[in-house]
């Protein structure tokens, strides 16, 4: 049985990472799959079923959005984002019947990273032949609607490649961390950099020659990257102009400023002025598309979030974060495989945050869980003293 869990497990992580790449039934036919098999197992268990930190607050979530029904501008929109919460709940809760040991882990991120590597060779090759068009200074399509998977993935096999610097980790980072460039995506370049920094700081924090050295490393890659998406024109024009633009938004006054840059900080504008007027509640789950003039979301987890729920589903979201920060700084101390690895992914999805929606990503959903239940594990885990 262990051995059909695994395999749905992985189908099941495919599915999820390839998403609308893959036709309707089969990506419902993989959820339905896991979960099936997942109630198999629950039932030779005798029932014993698990449950995290992650899985509660999800249900506590789910409770907030029925209330936030009530009083929605659109209860439609929030209605329906209470059903996708409902369904996210079921799979999160069948994944965490697999994910009992520190093994099980060790063999989720192996899988993803696998799934990865098919991605980025689909997307590039495969994808209406992408990567051919590269030198051609065509968009990489191919890979926009992969962005935010293949962002987390590169993560992975950082993570991989500062543990076991061998040539097989280097070079299929090194091709992960390539597509974040060819998604045009600035979140996809910059956030695994700002990852593999918090990863290089923890792991070298109590040795101050060896975070020395780390920084130096790691300021050379930055500039490596930033240089290669100034001075290459095929990547500038993916994504180099996105994060000049993005800089002269910081440091000008407007001038220089790209136009998506312009427009992600009027949502972020309109945004804060509508919290403002209900700050405590806010106007309901998914109502900023519709009451705003954009017709998107805000592009920002914390407008989105104090927008749509006020200060009280702000709170409430970024509570499971800073509890799961602080478990997995203790299981730094009992030196619990992957704390180190999942305390750098918080403080990254916490900056990742400030261009996207991450609650209602599959990828941060799942990492996140995996990240309540290594806590989990390392607080049940007792360092035996020295006689």
């Known amino acids: 049985m262990k051995k059909i869990y695994d395999i749905s497990v992985f189908i099941f992580l495919f599915a999820l990472i390839f998403g609308t790449a893959l036709p309707p039934l089969v990506y419902n036919l993989a959820i339905v799959f896991f979960i099936a098999t997942t109630a198999v197992v629950i039932a030779t268990r005798k029932l014993k079923v698990h449950i995290n930190k992650y899985i509660i607050w999800w249900l506590v979530t789910c409770g907030f959005i029925i209330i936030n029904i ?30 009992v040991t520190l093994d099980d882990i060790k063999k989720v991120l192996n899988y993803l990273k696998i799934i990865g590597v098919l991605l980025v060779t689909f997307a590039l090759f495969v994808e209406r032949a992408t990567f051919l068009q590269i030198g051609l ?3 990489v399509g191919g890979l926009i609607i992969f962005s935010y998977p293949v962002t987390f993935i590169a993560m992975i096999w950082m993570y991989d490649l500062v543990k076991d610097p061998n040539f097989k980790n280097l070079f299929l980072t090194a091709f992960v961390y390539m597509a974040c460039f ?44 930033f240089y290669l998406s100034y001075n290459i024109p095929a990547l500038y024009d993916l994504f180099g102009n996105r994060l000049e633009g993005l800089i002269n938004s910081f440091l000008s006054n407007g001038s220089g400023v790209d136009e998506s840059t312009l427009i992600r900080n009027s949502m972020i504008g309109y945004g804060l002025d509508m919290f403002l007027n209900r700050p405590i509640f806010g106007y309901g789950m998914d109502t900023f598309k519709s009451i705003s003039n954009f017709g998107v979301y805000s592009h920002n987890n914390y407008i989105e979030s104090l927008f749509s729920g006020g200060i009280i589903f702000f709170l409430l979201y970024y509570s499971i974060h800073f509890a799961t920060i602080n478990s997995l700084s203790n299981c730094l101390k009992k030196e619990i ?34 990240a309540t239940s290594v806590s989990y594990i390392g607080k049940k885990t007792v360092i035996k003293s020295p006689l």
Do not use: H
Not at 209 to 222: D, P
Not at 351 to 362: A, E, L, N, R, V
């Open 70 to 99: 009530t009083y929605s501008e659109y209860t439609e929109n929030t209605y329906q984002f209470l059903i996708d919460a409902i369904v996210r709940f079921v799979i999160l809760f069948s994944f965490v019947q697999y994910i």
């Open 182 to 225: 060819f998604s045009t995506g600035r979140k996809a370049v910059i956030i695994p950099l700002i990852f593999l920094f918090t990863l290089m700081v923890i792991r070298s924090r109590k040795n101050v020659l060896k975070l020395a050295r780390n920084l130096i490393s790691y300021g050379i890659l930055a500039v490596f990257v």
């Open 337 to 370: 495989p992957y704390a180190d690895f999942f305390l750098a992914f918080i403080f990254a999805q916490l900056f990742f945050d400030w261009g996207s929606i991450s609650y209602f990503i599959y990828i941060t959903n799942i990492l996140l869980c995996m």
């Open 137 to 139: 200074g065509y968009s």
